[in-house]
T-cell receptor, first 116, second 118 residues
């Protein structure tokens, strides 16, 4: 196991609702990245947080937002849920050093979100 | 633009056979990293190997080996003497240089579903 945990495991919401997903990073890691994985596809990068700030974003609308806390855990918030938001949401943690070097990303088990 | 292609959608092999998973990548970066991840039915992505663009030395780690060739932009992965527990979706992935002004996102291929039949 990687030491990256996510909650909840499964979630069912209806269209238009809001959802918050949580991630605890591996001990010693300071960077958290979020990915969306639709059924049968590879994970797609949503955004990354480093030192509590968004440090890069993929092609996702602003209704996808996040937070990173001082203990490096993170939340992913999705507003105004749409049917296409149904997916496995993966969190990955890694260590970014002051030199700019970033180590391998290690993934959590994911949260399966179903939007009805 | 960065892109990862895995042409094999599904592969089935009989237990103990060797299997090679193909990966072709595109990037304009001179420094980059290549990865293989495994995703069993449980859903968690499991890190297998990482290679940087300056290290084309191919290695063997247990039953796993990989063949990195910059000339053809390929990063193939081989499992020797496959086992039923190897059944999973395998993703090849690419990330760019980790600079202070950049960020480290991983670009995944579409995955290859491997079934090992007993």
């Amino acid at each position: 196991e990687t030491g990256v945990t996510q909650s909840p495991t499964h979630l069912i919401k209806t269209r238009g609702q809001q959802v918050t997903l949580r991630c605890s990073s591996q001990s010693g890691h300071n960077t958290v990245s979020w990915y969306q994985q639709a059924l049968g596809q590879g994970p797609q990068f949503i955004f990354q947080y480093y030192r509590e700030e968004e440090n890069g974003r993929g092609n996702f609308p602003p209704r996808f937002s996040g937070l990173q806390f001082p203990n490096y855990s993170s939340e992913l918030n999705v507003n105004a849920l749409e049917l296409d938001d149904s997916a496995l949401y993966l969190c990955a943690s890694s260590l970014a050093e002051a030199s700019g070097y970033t180590d391998t990303q290690y993934f959590g088990p994911g949260t399966r979100l179903t939007v009805l | 633009a960065q892109k990862v292609t895995q042409a094999q959608t599904e592969i089935s092999v009989v237990e103990k056979e060797d299997v090679t998973l193909d990966c072709v990548y595109e990037t304009r970066d001179t420094t980059y990293y290549l990865f293989w991840y495994k995703q069993p039915p449980s859903g968690e992505l499991v890190f297998l190997i990482r290679r940087n663009s300056f290290d084309e030395q191919n290695e063997i780690s247990g039953r796993y080996s990989w063949n990195f060739q910059k000339s053809t932009s390929s990063f193939n992965f081989t499992i020797t003497a496959s086992q039923v527990v190897d059944s999973a979706v395998y993703f090849c992935a690419l990330s760019g240089p980790s600079l202070k002004t950049s960020y480290d996102k991983v670009i995944f291929g579409p995955g290859t579903s491997l079934s090992v039949i007993p």
